[in-house]
């Protein structure tokens, strides 16, 4: 889904980030992962693409980017992964708000900023991940990650806006009301040279994700 606050309030993008996982960032990472897929027949995290399922690719994306540690909001499915701290949001019908209160309130007292990624988007890469959290690391308190100068996910927000993050998050806009309430805070932090935001939604997204996938899957192993 397209983000509908204004990306020209956006800061300047920050393509000069040094790649690399940071030596040291206090940032949490958080997956959305409670849906339904009602358009896919079957909830998104169980989906399987490359041997792994999206829950797994989730969570590895905000693993090799550098956070810890990793929690998973779940739902419509129970899922439950090593090393990862699980919070079930019951009221998951209601829309990605409620996992993103959930998951905010999940977070341990003791970092000092959150990555939130979506399940469903396993083109975006860990480089992603790790860019956003030097953009903190140098001052940023909000990023989002862009592609082609288009804000996507993942986002990262500073410990100091979560409870504003939370009060925002109705329905199935997540961080966006936030976002749009606090362009002035916003570092629009280029990623479409080491990744992409598409979603998968239904059967077809699925076999045309799953295609890249297997494309980019292989040329890792040859790297």
């Not at 030596?23 to 897929?37: R, T």
């Not at 992964?81 to 699980?86: A, R, S």
């Not at 927000?157 to 009301?177: N, S």
């Given at each position: 889904m397209?983000?509908?606050?204004?990306?020209?309030?956006?800061?300047?993008d920050?393509?000069?980030?040094?790649?690399?996982?940071p030596?040291?960032?206090?940032?949490?990472?958080?997956?959305?992962?409670?849906?339904?897929?009602s358009r896919?027949?079957?909830?998104?995290?169980?989906?399987?693409?490359?041997?792994?399922?999206?829950?797994e690719?989730?969570?590895?994306?905000?693993?090799?980017?550098?956070?810890?540690?990793?929690?998973?909001?779940?739902?419509?499915?129970?899922?439950s992964?090593?090393?990862?701290?699980?919070a079930?949001?019951?009221?998951?019908?209601?829309?990605?708000?409620?996992?993103?209160?959930?998951?905010?309130e999940?977070?341990?007292?003791d970092?000092?900023?959150?990555?939130i990624?979506?399940?469903?988007q396993?083109l975006?890469?860990?480089?992603?991940?790790r860019?956003?959290?030097?953009?903190?690391?140098?001052?940023?308190?909000v990023?989002?990650?862009?592609?082609?100068?288009?804000?996507?996910?993942?986002v990262?927000?500073?410990?100091?806006?979560?409870?504003?993050?939370?009060?925002?998050?109705?329905?199935?806009?997540?961080?966006?009301?936030?976002?749009?309430?606090?362009k002035d805070?916003?570092?629009?932090?280029?990623?479409?040279d080491?990744?992409?935001?598409?979603?998968?939604?239904?059967?077809?997204?699925?076999?045309?994700i799953?295609?890249?996938?297997?494309?980019?899957?292989?040329?890792?192993?040859?790297?």
């Open positions: 397209q983000p509908d606050y204004n990306v020209g309030a956006l800061a300047a920050s393509t000069g980030v040094p790649a690399g996982q030596e040291h960032s206090d940032v949490a990472g958080l997956l959305l992962a409670a849906g339904q897929g896919l027949g079957r909830p998104k995290a169980l989906v399987e693409i490359g041997g792994m399922t999206l829950a690719r989730g969570v590895a994306l905000l693993r090799a980017g550098g956070a810890d540690p990793i929690i998973m909001v779940t739902g419509a499915a129970p899922v992964l090593p090393g990862v701290i699980t079930h949001n019951p009221a998951w019908q209601t829309g990605m708000g409620s996992s993103l209160r959930e998951g905010l999940t977070l341990p007292a970092r000092e900023a959150v990555v990624a979506l399940v469903d396993p975006i890469g860990p480089e992603a991940v860019r956003l959290i030097a953009a903190f690391t140098t001052g940023a308190e990023a989002v990650a862009c592609y082609a100068g288009q804000p996507r996910n993942p990262l927000i500073a410990r100091a806006y979560w409870a504003d993050a939370a009060a925002a998050a109705e329905g199935d806009a997540g961080a966006r009301g936030f976002l749009r309430a606090r805070l916003v570092v629009a932090v280029e990623c479409g080491v990744g992409r935001p598409d979603d998968l939604d239904t059967p077809e997204d699925m076999v045309r799953a295609a890249l996938v297997s494309d980019a899957d292989a040329l890792t192993d040859q790297a």
